[in-house]
C-alpha cells in the first residue's frame, strides 16, 4: 500500500502579476500589462503617479501629495488640484485596465504586487546583476524638474540615496574585483555612478599601473583632478596626490601598483 502523502495544506497563490510598469530612469514612461501606454499627460499627474509608485506600496497621505505638488497655494486650492491630478492618474490607467490606485483614509496607494518599477528593480538586482547600475545612472524623472519646489526637493533626496545605494554596490563590486583588467572595469563603473569618488580613481589608477602604463594612471589622475575641481571646487585628497606622486616617479608603474 502506498505512503500516505502528507497533508501540506492550500498551495501558496503565485504572486500578483504587475499590472503597470513604470519606468522613472530617465524620460518617465508608463504601460499596462498589454503594453498600452497609461502614462497621464499633465507634468503633475505624471509626478504623482511616480511619488506612489516609488513608495513601494506603502500608503502616502494626500496631504504629503498636495504639499509636494502645489507647495505655493493654499490648502483649500491643493485639494482641488490633488483631485483633478488624481482623476487623470485613475482615467490614465484605467484606460489600460489597470484601476489601480486604492484610496484610503486620507491617503493613496498603488499596490507594490500590481506595479513594476524600473528603478526599485535596478537597485535590487544591482548586486547581483551589475548592469543594472548603468540603468541607475540614467537619472530618475529626468523630464520631470522645476514642477514645484518642493517637489524639487523630493526629487533631490530621492535621488541622491539611490545614486548612493548604487555607489555602495559599485564599491563592493570594486572590492572584489581580481586582476588589474577586473579592477579598471569596476572602477569604471563605480565613476560613472559617481565621478566624486576618489576611490573608484585610486582603483583605476592602479590598474593602469598593474598593467605597466604609468602615462594611462597618470592620464586618469588629471582627469580626477579636473573632475573634483569642476564639480567641488576642491583639489584630490592626500593618498590620491601620494599615488600620483610615485607613479610619475623612475618605475612608478611597479611602486603604483604595489
Known amino acids: 500500500m502506498p505512503a500516505a502523502v502528507p497533508d501540506c495544506g492550500p498551495a501558496e497563490p503565485p504572486p500578483p502579476v504587475p499590472m503597470v510598469r513604470l519606468v522613472l530612469l530617465g524620460r518617465m514612461e508608463a504601460w499596462s500589462l498589454a503594453s498600452t501606454a497609461v502614462l497621464p499627460r499633465g507634468r503633475k499627474a505624471r509626478a504623482l503617479l511616480a511619488i506612489l509608485g516609488l513608495a513601494e506600496g506603502r500608503p502616502v497621505a494626500r496631504a504629503t501629495l498636495a504639499a509636494l505638488l502645489w507647495s505655493r497655494t493654499g490648502a483649500a486650492q491643493q485639494r482641488l488640484s490633488l483631485r483633478q491630478a488624481l482623476h487623470e492618474v485613475q482615467a490614465a490607467l484605467a484606460a489600460g485596465g489597470a484601476p489601480l490606485l486604492q484610496p484610503g483614509r486620507g491617503s493613496l496607494t498603488l499596490p507594490a504586487g500590481q506595479v513594476w518599477v524600473d528603478a526599485l528593480e535596478a537597485a535590487r538586482a544591482a548586486a547581483t546583476r551589475p548592469e543594472g547600475l548603468e540603468r541607475l545612472g540614467a537619472g530618475l524623472l529626468a523630464d520631470l524638474d522645476g514642477l514645484d519646489p518642493a517637489f524639487d526637493a523630493w526629487l533631490a533626496e530621492r535621488r541622491q540615496a539611490l545614486k548612493a545605494s548604487a555607489a555602495a554596490v559599485a ?33 583605476l589608477m592602479r590598474a593602469m599601473a598593474a598593467q605597466g602604463d604609468a602615462a594611462a594612471a597618470l592620464a586618469a589622475y588629471r582627469r580626477c583632478q579636473d573632475t573634483l575641481a569642476a564639480r567641488l571646487g576642491a583639489a584630490p585628497g592626500p593618498e590620491t596626490a601620494a599615488l600620483a606622486a610615485a607613479l610619475a616617479e623612475p618605475g612608478g608603474a611597479s611602486g603604483g601598483a604595489a
Open 171 to 203: 564599491t563592493g563590486l570594486l572590492a572584489r574585483a581580481v586582476g588589474p583588467e577586473a579592477q579598471a572595469a569596476a572602477a569604471r563603473r563605480l565613476l560613472a555612478i559617481d565621478p566624486e569618488q576618489e576611490t573608484g580613481w585610486r582603483a
